[in-house]
């Protein structure tokens, strides 16, 4: 199975930008990388994804190192409504594998 | 509403019993995907539908596990003589997928709110 390893937990001030990290050091070649978080009481719900170069949407920026072993999904300005398990995922052919996650913790 | 839909959110049966679960997905999707998710754990791919056919199916899908979308619409998941180890929550996810084989362009996963299952 394609393996992601991230923080159990990390916290941030509102409005301040964070950078969630992600290492995946036996990515290959043809695997995606995708973001996804989970709110309590919810399914997840789709953030971002990428495979080689940077990438931006209006909810997140996903940067990929050269290497594509790691990659860091940044929030600009936190807000409370951010708090969620935030989960680095390796798509490999057409499985997902789901890590367990970053929790988030947004500070007022 | 259009997005995913799951029935029933919740489910408590004893050991041994049957249960089964529905999932309707966004209507012009494809593909169609359960998971498994246990308390603390990111969710375990079970199993994915291409319209009506299942193409994968995970080890974790024990003989007792079995999946359908007949027709390529909803699609349902039974669990026959249920253990206590089955309690979790199930979660059904559709996307959309383009393209042949070996050019899919692949699209979000979209999940509904999972069937909380509970096993005394």
């Known amino acids: 199975d394609a393996k992601t390893t991230q923080p159990n937990s990390m916290e941030s001030n509102e409005e301040e930008p964070v950078h969630l990290p992600c290492n995946h050091s036996?990515?290959?070649?043809?695997?995606?990388i995708h973001w996804y978080r989970q709110l309590p009481s919810q399914g997840p719900e789709y953030v971002i994804h990428?495979?080689?170069s940077n990438v931006n949407n209006r909810m997140a920026s996903l940067a990929i190192a050269e290497d594509r072993k790691s990659s860091t999904l940044i929030l600009h300005r936190a807000t409370l409504r951010d708090a969620a398990v935030y989960y680095c995922?390796?798509?490999?052919?057409?499985?997902?594998?789901f890590g367990t996650g970053t929790s988030l913790t947004v500070i007022p | 509403d259009t997005g995913v839909s799951q029935d029933p959110r919740h489910k408590i049966t004893k050991r041994g019993q049957n249960v089964t679960f529905r999932c309707d997905p966004i209507?012009?999707?494809?593909?169609l995907y359960w998971y498994r998710q246990t308390l603390g754990q990111g969710p375990e791919f079970l199993t994915y539908?291409?319209?009506?056919?299942?193409?994968?199916k995970s080890r974790l899908l024990s003989d007792r596990f079995s999946a359908e979308r007949p027709k390529g619409s909803f699609s349902t998941l039974e669990i026959q003589r249920t253990e206590q180890g089955d309690s979790a929550m199930y979660l059904c996810?559709?996307?959309?997928?383009?393209?042949?084989?070996?050019?899919?362009?692949?699209?979000?996963?979209?999940f509904g709110p999972g069937t909380r299952l509970t096993v005394l």
């Open positions: 995922i390796l798509r490999a052919g057409n499985q997902f594998y």
């Open positions: 539908f291409q319209n009506e056919a299942q193409l994968e």
């Open positions: 990428g495979l080689t």
């Open positions: 996810a559709s996307s959309l997928v383009r393209g042949g084989r070996l050019n899919q362009i692949y699209n979000e996963q979209f």
């Open positions: 036996t990515i290959s070649g043809t695997d995606y």
């Open positions: 209507s012009e999707h494809n593909r």
